[in-house]
């Protein structure tokens, strides 16, 4: 029997933006539509994980992104302390969820070997992919990969019992989504597979698109993974902190995901 873990996820960044910018096509209908940004941890007996490490502040200012608090700090909030976490899972090398990697000192990462593959080969030689990796995180990756603190998976892995990775591809070559076992059944966190629900929901693709047909089967998986609809927990929706209890008491940026919905 897989132990049940507790799931945090943590806004550390947030966007203003409109629906047409979240749907490959446009929307017709071209209200507000922000876009938050998020880390996640999974914790058990023994056991912290972090899932995806953020940006800083200086890729905020860049990129025009808000920095809502330091993704070391979201983290502090909630107790745990980044130096001390053993294992990062990367969903995938996007400048949004492989930076501050100077915060985790001793940690080892999981990453897909198809999208270390993906962000150092021929796909990344003009703009129109390269633009959403930094190529300071991808430096710091291969370092890993020489200091012994990458761990590649091809495809499915189980990481610890009651937790495991899939390759869904689809937003990027080797997007991963992560599958946690907890006291309200199997969650999964979905990343960019789905940024907010209603891409998911509705069947319709956001506009950073590797391959089509991958990612319209991603749906289908994180579904097929999780225990019901409710289970699901898309990337960057702002309804995530809405819909679910405060992660401690005063906590406006943290909600736990192990916890049911308000709904």
Known sequence: MAPNYEICAIRYGHVER??????????????????????????????????????????????GRQLVQPVGAGLESIGVDPRQVKDVII????????????????????LQTEEMAYCTGSAMCGDGARWAYEASD????????????????DGTAELAPGITVHRVGGHTRG??????????GWVVLASDAAHFYANWQQRRAFPIVDDLAAYMAAFA???????????????????????????????????????????
Request: proline share 6%; hydrophobic share 40%; charged share 15%.
């Open 18 to 63: 409109t629906a047409r910018h979240n749907f490959l096509g446009g929307d017709e209908h071209d209200g507000p539509m922000p876009l938050d940004f998020y880390v996640w941890t999974i914790r058990g007996p023994g056991l912290t994980l972090v899932l995806d490490t953020g940006f800083d502040a200086a890729a905020a200012a860049a990129r």
């Open 175 to 184: 997007l991963q989504v992560v599958r946690v076992h907890t006291q309200r």
């Open 91 to 110: 969903s995938h090398m996007h400048y949004d969820h492989a930076g501050n990697h100077e915060l985790f000192a001793q940690a080892r990462y999981h």
């Open 221 to 263: 998986t994180i579904e097929q993974l999780a225990s019901s609809p409710l289970h699901v927990i898309p990337g960057h929706d702002p309804l995530v902190l809405q819909r679910y209890p405060a992660a401690a008491k005063g906590l406006a940026n943290a909600v736990r995901l192990d916890l049911a919905p308000h709904e």
């Open 138 to 153: 991808v430096q710091a990756m291969v370092g890993r990969l020489y200091a012994g603190r990458l761990v590649y998976h």
